[in-house]
């Protein structure tokens, strides 16, 4: 295989791949002349804009960035043909308007800033988290080397926020074997494919020595700590014992951003030339590449670099994780002081051993790093391993269902149950939401379903703008149309009107959720809107225009559909005490930023738990169920009956929510009463200072008298 970007593998996909696109997010543009990671990540932009279209979207503006793109980093992603977004775009409206293939996202914060918006407009799109390295690993072998509980804690809080991005995506990529399986050690069913750093092979003089200059070279961005790390610790007690043996050698220390307490390191020995955008020179003049890293993840740059510059390499344990380098073969690996010098005063000593040192690195190079073998597996992953992505997304999916509010997920599972049943083996169905937000594709998957809004704006795939009184659509042009507590949103006099669409666009039924007219509903949500007034000062918008419109008649809905020719079941939904407890406590929760996490857990533990056992009377909502064949569907059709609960049941939840009340009054209180507190110390703590003079003075009298 000849070393470039191409391969004949790869190039079998091209033409497929044309027209699919690929959509990358990452905190900025890749300065790909400063860190191994950047540089990785552009020469990833050139493979992929080969086979696909390629969205580049930058999160923040880099050092360099010029208004006008014509600084070298963002006019070498629009060479590359990458379509480039700086900054002020608006992911949502890319997403609504590009259906794409899949996408990668750099580092894991990027994913947990942009995956919940990815998810709501395209559901079912890919998802890649681009680890570069394990960041809890590069974390743990720091605190190993600090020995502070600070840094093993920070360790254990970034493991867990890494973790749980893995989990939620489709696929984790990762440079070296070794980062592969610390992940798979803790989560053994995350997807994984190996995506090396990726360099070519420079060095083209095979057989040729080099003089023996004693020039050292040290290569690594100082915005990365372990580069910091390793100067400081090479310079303080590696070099010493080198240079009594070697007074004129030499340490080259190239690398951006180098902190005062590196460029202090500069001597007759070491210079410190900060930022070099172009190595090569570096690279081929000097002697051996050093990396005496002490922690770190992920597979060092500087060390695919200088082998593939036929460069040899001392480094240590931590600098070859996860590379199949042999020592004293292919590599030098040192962890004490006194072997790294020592590795250096023998490569320097014997320029045949160097010689097969740089060989052996440029083989190794060859076997795994240049940019046809990566492209080859990168092409190779995108397109082969489809459908196992697609089984993740839809084991994904499934979680995070659990994870919506409860009041939205029991109306749409219910519905989506409701339509299940009725499914011939693996028919599928195209599916009218009216008035939905996209959610319901989510219980759906296999089928096709559309959204229709009069929001003109609202960012989700398969959206379209229109009235529910007059839908932009032929008759029978969707298989189901459905709706969800949206008629007690539309005047009364307007409700025919939306049934009669609802009949000329479906050709098998209609499924309709709603609160329907009852005096216990009324009870119900007039409690929780004075709930809600009595914690934010206003009342909740949403049941407020239930209030003005006034809830639909059951009876009068019913006998419209039956009119219009449809069989029709009406199913409960929502058992009302526990509709009104869960409501309770969303409205409290949501007022305090550590109710967020609190919430989302009640939310899963109900969907999980709860669900199956809320479609019963008494209900807060009914789901009517309109079908052109006679279904006779009863709850005991769709779960297991359940013993009906007590008046006082529902009596207790009405005191649960007073006691909520009450301690959002107590809270108040109580913070009130710490206010008071300080104020009492403050008072005190004057006193006090007062009072000191007065106690000196009666000390020196004291004194004076004893005299």
């Known amino acids: 295989m000849q070393d470039g970007i191409g391969s004949r593998n790869a190039s079998n996909f091209r033409k497929a791949a044309a027209r699919e696109k690929i959509l990358i997010i990452s905190p900025q543009a890749p300065e790909f002349d400063k860190q191994a990671g950047w540089a990785r990540l552009h020469r990833m932009v050139e493979i992929l804009a080969r086979h696909y279209e390629v969205f580049f979207l930058a999160e923040n503006f880099h050092e360099l960035y010029s208004r006008w793109r014509k600084d070298k980093y963002t006019r070498s992603l629009t060479e590359a043909g990458a379509k480039l977004f700086l900054h002020d775009y608006d992911l949502r409206q890319i997403l609504r308007n590009h259906r794409f293939k899949l996408a990668i996202l750099e580092?894991?914060?990027?994913?947990e800033r942009n995956l919940r918006v990815i998810r709501e407009v395209q559901p079912f799109l890919n998802v890649v988290y681009d680890a570069v390295d394990v960041g809890f690993l590069r974390e743990q072998t720091w605190a190993d080397l600090a020995g502070t509980q600070e840094a093993r804690t920070r360790a254990l809080q970034t493991k867990e926020a890494e973790l749980a991005v893995c989990r939620s995506v489709e696929a984790v990529f990762t440079v070296t074997p070794l980062d592969r399986d610390v992940l798979l050690n803790e989560e053994s069913e995350l997807s994984i494919e190996v995506i090396p750093t990726i360099h070519t092979v420079e060095c083209q003089h095979d057989g040729e020595m080099r003089p023996d200059k004693s020039t050292l070279l040290f290569v690594g961005g100082f915005k990365h700590l372990p580069n910091v790390d390793a100067v400081k610790y090479f310079c303080s007690e590696i070099l010493p014992l080198v240079v009594r043996k070697r007074p004129a050698l030499k340490v080259l220390i190239a690398g951006a951003s180098?902190?005062?307490?590196?460029?202090?390191?500069?001597?007759?020995?070491?210079?410190?030339?900060?930022?070099?955008?172009?190595l090569k020179h570096l690279l081929r003049s000097s002697d051996i590449s050093i990396a005496p890293l002490r922690f770190g993840a992920g597979m060092k740059g500087k060390i695919g670099e200088a082998l593939a510059y036929g460069l040899p390499v001392v480094t240590t344990s931590i600098g070859v994780q996860g590379l199949a380098l042999r020592n004293g073969e292919d590599i030098f690996i040192a962890d004490s002081p006194q072997e790294f010098a020592q590795c250096i005063d023998t490569l320097l000593s014997d320029a045949e051993l160097r010689e097969r040192l740089r060989q052996n690195g440029i083989a190794f190079i060859k076997r795994t790093c240049i940019p046809a073998v990566v492209e080859d597996k990168l092409i190779r992953f995108i397109e082969e391993r489809t459908g196992e992505l697609r089984s993740k997304r839809q084991c994904n999916l499934e979680k995070e269902r659990l994870d919506l509010n409860f009041d939205v997920f029991q109306r749409h599972q219910l519905a989506a149950d409701l339509i299940n049943r009725t499914r011939a083996d693996d028919?599928?169905?195209t599916i009218l939401d009216i008035g939905g937000h996209g959610i319901l594709q989510q219980f759906l998957i296999q089928d096709f379903v559309v959204t229709v809004d009069n929001e003109r704006y609202r960012l989700i795939e398969d959206f379209v703008f229109g009235n529910g009184m007059r839908l932009p659509f032929k008759g029978k042009a969707f298989d189901y149309a459905v709706s969800f507590d949206v008629l007690e949103h539309i005047p009364s006099e307007r409700r025919e009107a939306f049934l009669n669409e609802m009949e000329r666009v479906s050709r098998d039924g209609i499924i309709l959720a709603a609160p329907f007219e009852a005096p216990l509903i009324s009870e119900a949500e007039n409690f929780v809107n004075e709930f809600y007034k009595g914690l934010h000062g206003n009342e909740n918008p949403w049941l407020i225009e239930h209030i003005a419109n006034r809830l639909p008649s059951l009876e009068q809905a019913r006998s419209r559909l039956e009119a219009l020719g449809f069989h029709v079941s009406v199913l409960p939904n929502g058992y009302l005490p526990r509709w009104v407890t869960m409501m309770g406590l969303t409205v409290f929760l949501e007022r305090f930023p550590a109710g967020t996490d609190i919430l989302k857990r009640l939310n899963r533990l109900y969907n999980s738990s709860c669900y199956a056992a809320d479609n019963r009377e008494p209900c807060y909502r009914r789901i009517v169920v309109a079908t052109r064949q006679d279904l006779s569907l009863n709850p005991s059709?769709?779960?297991?009956?359940?013993?009906p609960q007590s008046a006082e049941d529902f009596t207790r939840v009405f005191e649960a929510l007073a006691q909520l009340k009450m301690l959002d009054s107590l809270e108040k209180t109580s913070a009130e009463l710490s206010a008071v507190r300080q104020e009492l110390r403050d008072v005190a703590l004057v006193k006090g200072l007062a009072r000191f003079p007065l106690r000196v003075y009666r000390k020196l009298k004291r004194e004076i008298f004893r005299r």
């Not at 580092?107 to 994913?111: G, L, P, R």
């Not at 902190?259 to 172009?278: F, M, Q, R, T, W």
């Not at 769709?638 to 013993?643: G, K, L, M, N, S």
């Open 107 to 111: 580092f894991f914060d990027t994913v």
């Open 258 to 278: 180098p902190p005062e307490d590196v460029a202090a390191l500069a001597s007759k020995n070491v210079k410190i030339l900060g930022h070099v955008p172009d």
């Open 637 to 643: 059709d769709i779960y297991a009956e359940f013993e």
């Open 427 to 429: 028919q599928e169905f």
